[in-house]
């Protein structure tokens, strides 16, 4: 491990939280609230409501805050840094720090926060899919077997799986057999 500190890494992570849209307010005021609230208290009740005042700006209340923490003890770094993984996961595990700490020893510090992407295509792609599946489940659902429309739409149907990854198939292929 690295002889940094939580207030080494708070100097170092401080341009990169007071960034515009990283912290929403509300995160702010809970992460203030959180600070109050330990005990014994890092914030007291006057320096909590100074830091959450909603007539200064966003950006300067934390950088105000951030301060304050930086010229306190290292435990409220520490506890800082928790009330951020609690209130702002995403941001925590983005921080520079973080990465400066996983190069300095060479294991990986932020395991478990793989992002899985299904589809570029967005909301959109997912509704017509989902329309399409659902339009072509009502009408083998609805459509009267002595069509005779329906044997051939079964039979395109029936081939389908061939294009269709191997486990959607089987559900095809059981669902076509059980009508036949």
Known sequence: MTDQTYCDRLVQDTPFLTGHGRLSEQQVDKIILQLNRYYPQILTNKEAEKFRNPKAALRIRLCNL?????????????????????????????????????NSDGTDLDTGTERWELSDRGPLGFLVCLSVAAGLALFMYCCPPDLKVLPKSRRVLGFSPVIIERHVSRYLLTFLAGDL
């Open 66 to 102: 951030l301060s304050h923490l930086q010229r306190s003890s290292e435990r409220d770094c520490q506890e800082f840094y928790r009330a951020l993984y609690i209130h702002a996961q995403p941001l925590h595990s983005c921080l520079p720090s973080r990465y400066t700490l996983q």
